[in-house]
Nanobody, 124 residues
Framework: QVQLVESGGGLVQAGGSLRLSCAASGRTFSIVAMGWFRQAPGKEREFVAA????????YYADSVKGRFTISRDNAKNTVYLQMNSLKPEDTAVYYC?????????????????WGQGTQVTVSS
Protein backbone atom coordinates (compact mmCIF):
# COMPACT_ATOMS: atom_id res chain seq x y z
CA GLN A 1 0.00 0.00 0.00
CA VAL A 2 1.03 3.57 -0.69
CA GLN A 3 -0.45 6.49 1.20
CA LEU A 4 -0.54 9.96 -0.34
CA VAL A 5 -1.12 13.25 1.44
CA GLU A 6 -1.51 16.49 -0.52
CA SER A 7 -0.98 20.00 0.80
CA GLY A 8 -0.58 23.53 -0.47
CA GLY A 9 -3.97 24.34 -1.89
CA GLY A 10 -5.74 27.60 -1.22
CA LEU A 11 -7.23 30.77 -2.62
CA VAL A 12 -5.21 32.92 -4.99
CA GLN A 13 -5.91 35.73 -7.42
CA ALA A 14 -5.62 35.23 -11.13
CA GLY A 15 -2.02 35.53 -12.23
CA GLY A 16 -0.75 34.27 -8.89
CA SER A 17 1.12 31.13 -7.94
CA LEU A 18 0.72 28.13 -5.68
CA ARG A 19 2.84 25.08 -5.01
CA LEU A 20 1.19 21.77 -4.21
CA SER A 21 3.02 18.99 -2.42
CA CYS A 22 2.23 15.30 -2.22
CA ALA A 23 4.05 13.15 0.30
CA ALA A 24 4.09 9.41 -0.24
CA SER A 25 4.56 6.79 2.46
CA GLY A 26 4.32 3.04 2.74
CA ARG A 27 5.60 0.89 -0.12
CA THR A 28 7.17 3.82 -1.94
CA PHE A 29 9.75 1.55 -3.57
CA SER A 30 6.95 0.27 -5.79
CA ILE A 31 6.18 3.70 -7.30
CA VAL A 32 6.85 3.94 -11.02
CA ALA A 33 5.41 7.41 -11.56
CA MET A 34 3.27 10.02 -9.88
CA GLY A 35 0.72 12.37 -11.33
CA TRP A 36 -1.60 15.24 -10.62
CA PHE A 37 -5.21 15.30 -11.73
CA ARG A 38 -7.94 17.85 -11.06
CA GLN A 39 -11.70 17.89 -10.94
CA ALA A 40 -13.84 20.98 -11.18
CA PRO A 41 -17.49 20.98 -10.06
CA GLY A 42 -19.69 19.25 -12.61
CA LYS A 43 -16.73 18.10 -14.68
CA GLU A 44 -14.80 14.89 -15.07
CA ARG A 45 -11.41 14.38 -13.47
CA GLU A 46 -8.70 15.49 -15.89
CA PHE A 47 -4.98 14.93 -16.20
CA VAL A 48 -2.68 17.80 -15.25
CA ALA A 49 0.89 16.48 -15.08
CA ALA A 50 2.91 13.37 -14.32
CA UNK A 51 6.53 12.46 -13.68
CA UNK A 52 8.43 9.18 -13.73
CA UNK A 53 9.93 8.32 -10.40
CA UNK A 54 13.38 7.20 -11.54
CA UNK A 55 14.21 9.27 -14.62
CA UNK A 56 12.11 12.30 -13.82
CA UNK A 57 10.50 12.51 -17.25
CA UNK A 58 7.62 14.97 -17.08
CA TYR A 59 4.33 15.05 -18.97
CA TYR A 60 1.80 17.90 -19.10
CA ALA A 61 -1.69 18.59 -20.27
CA ASP A 62 -1.77 21.19 -23.02
CA SER A 63 -3.87 23.47 -20.81
CA VAL A 64 -1.08 23.84 -18.23
CA LYS A 65 2.04 23.52 -20.36
CA GLY A 66 4.35 26.47 -19.80
CA ARG A 67 2.58 27.48 -16.58
CA PHE A 68 2.85 24.42 -14.33
CA THR A 69 5.97 22.46 -13.41
CA ILE A 70 6.02 19.02 -11.83
CA SER A 71 9.06 17.85 -9.90
CA ARG A 72 9.96 15.18 -7.37
CA ASP A 73 12.30 14.69 -4.47
CA ASN A 74 12.99 10.97 -4.21
CA ALA A 75 14.74 11.33 -0.87
CA LYS A 76 11.60 12.86 0.62
CA ASN A 77 9.19 10.69 -1.40
CA THR A 78 7.46 13.90 -2.39
CA VAL A 79 6.16 15.26 -5.67
CA TYR A 80 5.46 18.94 -6.25
CA LEU A 81 3.31 20.92 -8.65
CA GLN A 82 4.40 24.52 -9.08
CA MET A 83 1.51 26.46 -10.58
CA ASN A 84 2.20 29.90 -12.04
CA SER A 85 0.04 32.34 -13.97
CA LEU A 86 -3.05 30.78 -12.49
CA LYS A 87 -6.39 31.31 -14.19
CA PRO A 88 -9.95 31.05 -12.85
CA GLU A 89 -10.39 27.94 -14.99
CA ASP A 90 -7.66 26.23 -12.94
CA THR A 91 -10.07 26.17 -9.99
CA ALA A 92 -10.60 22.57 -8.96
CA VAL A 93 -9.80 19.92 -6.41
CA TYR A 94 -6.31 18.67 -7.20
CA TYR A 95 -5.48 15.03 -6.59
CA CYS A 96 -2.13 13.34 -6.36
CA UNK A 97 -1.83 9.78 -7.64
CA UNK A 98 0.80 7.05 -7.66
CA UNK A 99 1.33 4.47 -10.35
CA UNK A 100 3.01 1.16 -9.47
CA UNK A 101 2.63 -0.71 -12.74
CA UNK A 102 1.59 0.09 -16.28
CA UNK A 103 2.16 3.81 -16.74
CA UNK A 104 0.05 5.84 -19.11
CA UNK A 105 0.57 9.42 -17.92
CA UNK A 106 -2.84 10.87 -18.72
CA UNK A 107 -4.93 7.81 -17.90
CA UNK A 108 -6.39 7.96 -14.41
CA UNK A 109 -7.33 4.28 -14.67
CA UNK A 110 -3.70 3.19 -14.54
CA UNK A 111 -2.93 4.91 -11.24
CA UNK A 112 -3.22 2.70 -8.20
CA UNK A 113 -3.29 5.06 -5.26
CA TRP A 114 -4.89 8.46 -4.73
CA GLY A 115 -4.68 11.23 -2.20
CA GLN A 116 -7.65 12.93 -0.61
CA GLY A 117 -7.39 16.05 -2.75
CA THR A 118 -6.66 19.69 -2.05
CA GLN A 119 -8.80 22.63 -3.15
CA VAL A 120 -7.34 25.29 -5.42
CA THR A 121 -9.49 28.36 -6.02
CA VAL A 122 -8.42 31.11 -8.40
CA SER A 123 -10.39 34.34 -8.21
CA SER A 124 -10.74 36.70 -11.14
Amino acid sequence: QVQLVESGGGLVQAGGSLRLSCAASGRTFSIVAMGWFRQAPGKEREFVAAITWSGGTAYYADSVKGRFTISRDNAKNTVYLQMNSLKPEDTAVYYCAADTGLFIPSSSATYDYWGQGTQVTVSS
